[in-house]
């Protein structure tokens, strides 16, 4: 079983930048799809972008491409979310996922592990 815990979340700027982190346990994920996902209050859980190895180009929603960034850090058992120019659109809590399953989805019913989540709000 994977452990996921993320972390970096805050209150940002719009135009701002944060960095989200998510630590994986208990397994390697080295092998693993990983993904984030996002959820605002009232909405659906929405995915992000997800990465299946440090070796193979990520994927992006298009609301996010160009300003995101997801990287995966098998030494470390570890996957960032790089964010930049920051809306209040992208005010959400954010969910790092995991699955060992070979390829990736952004269906949120194909991940077997999930973080509590780190919520990132953005406001003037």
């Known amino acids: 079983e994977v452990r996921l815990v993320e972390s970096g979340g805050g209150l940002v700027q719009p135009g701002g930048s944060l960095r989200l982190y998510c630590a994986a346990s208990?397994?390697?994920?080295?092998?693993?799809?990983m993904s984030w996902f996002r959820q605002s209050p009232g909405k659906e859980r929405e995915w992000v972008a997800y990465?299946?190895?440090?070796?193979?180009?990520?994927y992006y929603a298009r609301s996010v491409q160009g300003r995101f960034t997801i990287s995966k850090d098998d030494a470390n058992n570890s996957v960032a979310l790089e964010m930049s120019s920051l809306q209040p659109e992208d005010t959400a809590m954010y969910y790092c996922a995991a699955d060992p399953s070979e390829g990736c989805s952004r269906q949120s019913s194909y991940y077997s592990f999930w973080g509590q989540g780190t919520q990132v709000t953005v406001s003037a």
């Open positions: 990465i299946s190895s440090a070796y193979t180009a990520p």
């Open positions: 208990g397994h390697s994920i080295k092998s693993h799809c």
